[in-house]
C-alpha cells in the first residue's frame, strides 16, 4: 500500500473532532521534533527513539492528514490524484531553485 493510502485509511478512522487549525498545530510540533533530531544529529548526541526517520514520517503522516481533510470530499483516487498533480509542480520547481542555487555556488567560488 503506498503512502498516501495508509494515511487515508487512518485519516478516515479517527473520528476525534479535530479540525484542520488542530492538525495544522500537530504538525508543528512535529517538525519542532524533526528540528530537535537533526540537531541531535548534528550535534553528534544519541537520537531519540524515532530518530530523524521516525520524526520525517511523522511529519508526513500530519502533511497528509492535513491535505486529506482540506480534500475531505474528494476519493482516496482523486485525493492520489491532486497530490500527485501538485507534487511534480512543486518538485520541478524545487529542481530549478536548487539546480540555480548549485549553478550560483559554482560561479562564486
Not at 487549525?21 to 517538525?31: A, C, M, T, W
Not at 537533526?38 to 530523524?52: H, L, P
Not at 491532486?82 to 518538485?91: G, L, P, T
Request: aromatic fraction near 6%; hydrophobic fraction near 35%.
Amino acid at each position: 500500500m503506498d503512502i498516501v493510502s495508509t494515511v487515508f485509511t487512518y485519516t478516515k478512522r479517527i473520528r476525534n473532532g479535530r479540525t484542520i487549525p488542530d492538525i495544522l498545530r500537530h504538525l508543528k510540533s512535529e517538525v519542532e521534533e524533526l528540528s530537535d533530531e537533526v540537531e541531535k544529529f548534528q550535534n553528534r548526541v544519541e537520537a531519540g527513539s524515532d530518530g530523524i526517520d521516525g520524526e520525517c514520517v511523522d511529519v508526513i503522516n500530519c502533511a497528509l492528514d492535513l491535505f486529506i481533510e482540506q480534500n475531505s470530499t474528494l476519493t482516496k483516487e482523486e485525493i492520489l490524484n491532486k497530490i500527485n498533480s501538485i507534487m511534480v509542480r512543486k518538485c520541478d520547481k524545487w529542481e530549478k531553485y536548487y539546480t540555480n542555487s548549485i549553478d550560483k555556488a559554482q560561479t562564486n567560488a
